[in-house]
C-alpha cells in the first residue's frame, strides 16, 4: 500500500528534510506522533561497530524501550509490537548500507495501534533508510571538513574556494577571520577568471594594506548540479602553537630533556638565543651550553639550521 498524499506532505518532506536539522528529525517524529494519536515517538540510531547510539524521543520525556539484544533481533522493515507491562507500542527497524541500523518507535497508554498504524511504519522504513544515509554522509563531510580546518589552522593557512567566474562559494573560518565575513572578492574575481592552465597566481585583497591571496586553478574531478569549483585561494594566518607541546615532541623527535627542548621550541618560534634565554628564565651562558648539546644532538650547524630542521619536520604543525 502506497504512503497517503497527505502523509507525503505531513510525514515524508519533514523526514527527508530532517537530515539538515540541529536535532535531525523532531519535526518528523512530532508529525508521526500527531499522526497516529501517538502519546510518544521515538528515534534510535545506532552507529554499527562502536555500539554507540543516539536517542531522539518527541516529547524529550519519552521512555521507549532500551532493550538492545531484543531489537537486533528483529527483521528490518516489518513492523513489530513492543512487548511493555503498561501501553502499546510499535516499532520497525531500518539498515542503513553504511552499517548504522535505526528502530523506529511510537507508544500509547490507553489503547493498541492499528493495523494501518502498523502498516505506515513499515512504509515509511525505506525512506528513514533514505535519510540516514544522507545524514551519515553529512556528518562524516562535516567532520572530515573540522579535521581539516584543524589541521589547516595549524600549519597557518586558510582558503577560499572559487568558482569560474570568480564567485566564492566557500571560505574556511580561517578565511573568515582574516578577510571578513562580508569579504566578496573585490578585485579578485577577474584575476580567478582570467588564470590559466596551472599557473597561481599572487593578488592583494582589496588594497597594499590587506593580505596577499595565492590563486591555484582546481581540476574537480567529478561533475557537480551547483557551481563549480575553479580556483582555491590560500591565504597565510597566524599559526596555532603552544610551545610547551611543541618542547614534548621535540624531546621525543630529537631525544632531548625537557630544558634543552624548550630552548629549541623558543627558538623555532623565532626567539634569538638572548630572547630565548629570557623567556625560559636562564642565563645567557647556561642557553649557550644548552644549544651547544641540542646542536649536537639535532646534528644541526647553529640557529638556522635547526631552525630549518624543525621546520621540516612534524614539530611545526604543534
Same mark, same amino acid.
Given at each position: 500500500?502506497?504512503?497517503?498524499?497527505?502523509?507525503?506532505?505531513?510525514?515524508?518532506?519533514?523526514?527527508?528534510?530532517? %537530515?539538515?536539522?540541529? !536535532?535531525?528529525?523532531?519535526?518528523?517524529?512530532?508529525?508521526? !506522533?500527531?499522526?497516529?494519536?501517538?502519546?510518544?515517538?521515538?528515534?534510535?540510531?545506532?552507529?554499527?561497530?562502536?555500539?554507540?547510539?543516539?536517542?531522539?524521543? %518527541?516529547?524529550?520525556?519519552?521512555?521507549?524501550?532500551?532493550?538492545?539484544?531484543?531489537?537486533?533481533?528483529?527483521?528490518? =522493515?516489518?513492523?513489530?509490537?513492543?512487548?511493555?507491562?503498561?501501553?502499546?507500542?510499535?516499532?520497525?527497524? @531500518?539498515?542503513?548500507?553504511?552499517?548504522?541500523?535505526?528502530?523506529?518507535?511510537?507508544?500509547?497508554?490507553?489503547?493498541?495501534?492499528?493495523?494501518?498504524?502498523?502498516?505506515?511504519?513499515?512504509?515509511?522504513?525505506?525512506?528513514?533508510?533514505?535519510?540516514?544515509?544522507?545524514?551519515?554522509?553529512?556528518?562524516? =563531510?562535516?567532520?572530515?571538513?573540522?579535521?581539516?580546518?584543524?589541521?589547516?589552522?595549524?600549519?597557518?593557512? /586558510?582558503?577560499?574556494?572559487?568558482?569560474?567566474?570568480?564567485?566564492?562559494?566557500?571560505?574556511?573560518?580561517?578565511?573568515?577571520?582574516?578577510?571578513?565575513?562580508?569579504?566578496?572578492?573585490?578585485?579578485?574575481?577577474?584575476?580567478?577568471?582570467?588564470?590559466? &592552465?596551472?599557473?597561481?597566481?599572487?593578488?592583494?585583497?582589496?588594497?597594499?594594506?590587506?593580505?596577499?591571496? #595565492?590563486?591555484?586553478?582546481?581540476?574537480?574531478?567529478?561533475?557537480?548540479?551547483?557551481?563549480?569549483?575553479?580556483?582555491?585561494?590560500?591565504?597565510?594566518?597566524?599559526?596555532?602553537?603552544?610551545?610547551?607541546?611543541?618542547? /614534548?615532541?621535540?624531546?621525543?623527535?630529537?631525544? +632531548?630533556?625537557?630544558?634543552?627542548?624548550? #630552548?629549541?621550541?623558543?627558538?623555532? =618560534?623565532?626567539?634569538?638565543?638572548?630572547?630565548?634565554?629570557?623567556?625560559?628564565?636562564?642565563?645567557?651562558?647556561?642557553?649557550?651550553?644548552?644549544?651547544?648539546? #641540542?646542536?649536537?644532538?639535532?646534528?644541526?650547524? =647553529?640557529? +638556522? &639550521?635547526?631552525?630549518?630542521?624543525?621546520?621540516?619536520?612534524?614539530?611545526?604543525? @604543534?
Amino acid at each position: 500500500m502506497a504512503i497517503a498524499r497527505a502523509d507525503e506532505t505531513d510525514l515524508l518532506l519533514p523526514l527527508h528534510e530532517g %537530515v539538515h536539522e540541529a !536535532r535531525p528529525w523532531t519535526t518528523f517524529l512530532t508529525r508521526l !506522533r500527531q499522526r497516529v494519536r501517538a502519546d510518544e515517538a521515538g528515534l534510535i540510531i545506532s552507529a554499527g561497530l562502536e555500539e554507540r547510539e543516539t536517542h531522539l524521543l %518527541v516529547p524529550a520525556t519519552a521512555t521507549i524501550p532500551d532493550d538492545r539484544s531484543w531489537r537486533r533481533a528483529l527483521r528490518p =522493515g516489518r513492523a513489530y509490537a513492543i512487548e511493555e507491562r503498561e501501553g502499546f507500542g510499535r516499532v520497525v527497524r @531500518v539498515d542503513e548500507p553504511g552499517g548504522a541500523a535505526a528502530w523506529l518507535a511510537m507508544r500509547r497508554k490507553e489503547r493498541d495501534f492499528t493495523a494501518a498504524d502498523a502498516a505506515l511504519l513499515a512504509r515509511l522504513a525505506p525512506h528513514l533508510a533514505i535519510a540516514l544515509r544522507t545524514r551519515r554522509a553529512l556528518d562524516q =563531510g562535516r567532520a572530515a571538513l573540522e579535521l581539516s580546518e584543524e589541521a589547516l589552522a595549524r600549519a597557518g593557512i /586558510a582558503w577560499v574556494g572559487f568558482d569560474g567566474d570568480g564567485r566564492i562559494l566557500s571560505m574556511s573560518k580561517g578565511a573568515v577571520a582574516v578577510l571578513g565575513a562580508r569579504w566578496a572578492g573585490s578585485g579578485v574575481g577577474s584575476v580567478v577568471a582570467s588564470l590559466k &592552465d596551472d599557473a597561481p597566481q599572487v593578488v592583494r585583497v582589496r588594497d597594499e594594506a590587506s593580505p596577499w591571496i #595565492l590563486l591555484i586553478p582546481y581540476r574537480e574531478p567529478l561533475e557537480a548540479s551547483w557551481p563549480r569549483l575553479a580556483t582555491i585561494g590560500l591565504v597565510a594566518t597566524r599559526r596555532m602553537g603552544d610551545e610547551q607541546a611543541r618542547a /614534548a615532541v621535540l624531546a621525543t623527535l630529537f631525544g +632531548l630533556p625537557p630544558s634543552e627542548a624548550k #630552548l629549541a621550541a623558543a627558538i623555532a =618560534g623565532g626567539a634569538s638565543l638572548s630572547e630565548a634565554a629570557d623567556q625560559l628564565g636562564l642565563t645567557i651562558e647556561t642557553a649557550r651550553n644548552y644549544s651547544k648539546r #641540542l646542536f649536537a644532538k639535532t646534528r644541526t650547524r =647553529g640557529q +638556522l &639550521d635547526l631552525v630549518r630542521l624543525i621546520g621540516s619536520s612534524v614539530a611545526r604543525l @604543534v
